[in-house]
């Protein structure tokens, strides 16, 4: 071939060029990079941020989220490797991605979800998900209510974001559909339901990470409170990002407007199409396929009590197993009061066996109601249930791939806490609060992680953030890291609440990305200009910065976003 033949750059096409670039550029920070014992890169510099924004870059570029963590995951064992692709590529299968896809705790948290979606798929097939639309709809009686109604179903499952993103989302799916709300829509409200709630419910599995991380601190933490429990409920108020999200949600929900990307999918979905032509969903053309069986009755109880025993029995489990813990510490905790709730939910260590049993407990109730009536027939309801769990496949290879590539940048290997700790260690006093909550955001982007975003963070700002001697700074700060990290979790294309609410909404992963971002961001600005800048900065009072707050974000609603034109009704 003649060099003449080779094409140009203008001739290449855009994508692959772009991969071509980010790959080379990875392939030589291995090699050039500062090199340590064994020729292993010095972690803890910039170097860490590459193998993440590598698998954002491509994600975004290519649209195929998986190949883009796996390149991404590849791209941290180069570096690791001194660019070496033999010894890359036996780290990425063998000590990455092998050692996430067989680890305990991850096991239990596929089982839950293919159990939980076993479920769903034979209340689909029963009509139990019909008669829960049906006994739902009554309240839902146009887009806005609608919307409403699943923000608050979102806002009632409290207690974990994973449960909320695969119950309220599959669950709310059909309700959604008949008032033509865009999938993108349902996808914003259940994952902006999920985690904002959960990390700051005083009753939720987000407490045992966030208290045992509060009370490693509490050195520097006592001047707020005795206790990590007692530094959270503190915290609450100074929770902005949080809170102005679930504000944002419900306000673009009751007034019908919405902007950006999202009101392309709207105004898309109110034509008849409530998904964008060539969509890719995560679940499997079987669980598409899935519908009520003919002559079913669409019965409330055979659709809600399935539901309610999942959540019942993880309140009543974390709450045995809990207060078991503490009382081999020799404390006693009361049901019958909140502070016993509490304290038993924040000594939960672990929670991924007994949710994978409070699934199996819901399949069995959800066959046993079907069978019992006689409404399905035992292989009518097995295969409902492999159809449902079957729909689950292609998420959980994309959870094990988020999962490892958190697992790359932690501080066992990449060590980014030590990359943030050296950004963050120049900042002001009156600027340690944004400035966490920006590198936390960062982090969670990044990593796909909140609770990974919070363990790296903490220990960094509470020790900074307490050099000022100033109590307000120090729980700014604490909050800052809190917030940021679900913040950044929310935007990334790679977090494991952000895939299951993709596929528990049926919801193509980057439109739901894409359209949840303006919101998110307008949420962001809000809580960082109020909160993190305007009380530590100017000493703003809180009534300040809500009311400041929530002013911004009905002006921005109202003035930028638009109704979206309907047949249904606005009600």
């Not at 994508?15 to 071509?20: A, F, K, N, V």
């Not at 306000?251 to 950006?260: C, E, H, I, K």
Request: charged share 10%; hydrophobic share 55%; aromatic share 8%.
């Amino acid at each position: 071939m003649k060099f003449a033949e080779f094409p140009s750059l203008r001739q290449l096409s855009p994508r692959i060029l772009l991969t071509l670039l980010l790959g080379g550029a990875l392939f030589l920070a291995g090699m050039v990079a500062p090199a340590g014992k064994g020729g292993m890169l010095v972690a803890g510099g910039p170097f860490a941020l590459l193998p993440p924004f590598l698998a954002i870059a491509i994600a975004i570029v290519w649209r195929r989220i998986l190949v883009a963590l796996l390149l991404g995951i590849f791209g941290g064992a180069l570096l690791l490797s001194g660019g070496n692709p033999l010894v890359a590529a036996h780290t990425t299968a063998v000590e990455f991605v092998g050692a996430t896809a067989i680890d305990p705790e991850n096991l239990y948290l596929f089982a839950f979800t293919l159990s939980l979606m076993g479920m769903v798929g034979v209340l689909i097939k029963c009509g139990g998900i019909a008669g829960l639309v049906r006994a739902m709809a009554r309240f839902a009686r146009g887009r806005r209510s609608t919307q409403a109604v699943v923000g608050l179903m979102g806002t009632a499952v409290f207690f974990d974001d994973y449960a909320n993103s695969v119950v309220v989302g599959s669950s709310a799916r059909a309700i959604t559909d008949r008032a033509w709300i865009s999938r993108e829509k349902l996808a914003y409200i259940v994952d902006s339901t999920a985690a904002p709630v959960a990390s700051v419910a005083i009753i939720s599995t987000w407490i045992g990470i966030e208290i045992g991380l509060l009370d490693a601190e509490m050195e520097h933490l006592s001047t707020i409170a005795n206790s990590g429990y007692g530094v959270f409920i503190s915290l609450i108020p100074l929770r902005f990002y949080c809170l102005f999200t679930l504000a944002t949600v419900f306000t673009v929900a009751l007034s019908g407007r919405d902007f950006g990307p999202m009101l392309t999918a709207e105004r898309r979905a109110a034509k008849g199409q409530l998904m964008r032509p060539g969509a890719r969903l995560l679940s499997t053309s079987s669980f598409q396929k899935l519908a009520m069986k003919k002559g079913a009755p669409a019965r409330a109880l055979n659709g809600w009590l399935p539901i309610a025993l999942v959540l019942g029995f993880i309140l009543a489990s974390f709450f045995v197993v809990g207060a078991s813990n503490l009382a081999a510490d020799g404390i006693a905790v009361s049901p019958f009061t909140l502070t016993g709730w509490s304290d038993a939910f924040g000594a939960m260590t672990s929670t991924g066996l007994l949710l994978t049993c409070a699934g199996v407990v819901g399949s069995v109730a959800a066959l046993g109601l079907a069978l019992s009536q006689r409404i399905l027939s035992w292989r009518e309801a097995l295969g409902a249930w492999v159809a449902g769990a079957r729909s689950m496949v292609g998420a959980i290879a994309l959870l094990i791939l988020a999962m490892t590539l958190r697992k790359v940048t932690d501080s066992d290997h990449l060590q980014l806490a030590q990359y943030a700790q050296t950004v963050l260690g120049g900042a002001d006093v009156l600027w340690i609060p944004i400035t966490v909550f920006l590198v936390a955001s960062l982090i969670a982007f990044s990593t796909g992680t909140s609770y990974g975003t919070m363990g790296i963070l903490i220990p960094v700002a509470v020790e900074l953030a307490s050099r000022s001697g100033d109590p307000m700074i120090l729980l700014l700060a604490t909050g800052a890291v809190l917030d940021g990290a679900v913040f950044g979790d929310h935007c990334s294309p790679i977090s494991d609440t952000t895939v299951l609410s993709s596929v528990g909404s049926s919801c193509d992963h980057l439109d739901h990305v894409k359209t949840q971002a303006p919101y998110a961001f307008l949420s962001m600005l809000v809580a960082a200009s109020f909160g993190y800048l305007l009380l530590p900065i100017f000493g703003a009072p809180l009534t300040v910065v809500y009311g400041g707050g929530m002013v911004t974000l009905l002006v921005v609603i109202f003035v930028v976003g638009r109704r979206t034109n309907v047949t249904f009704g606005s009600g």
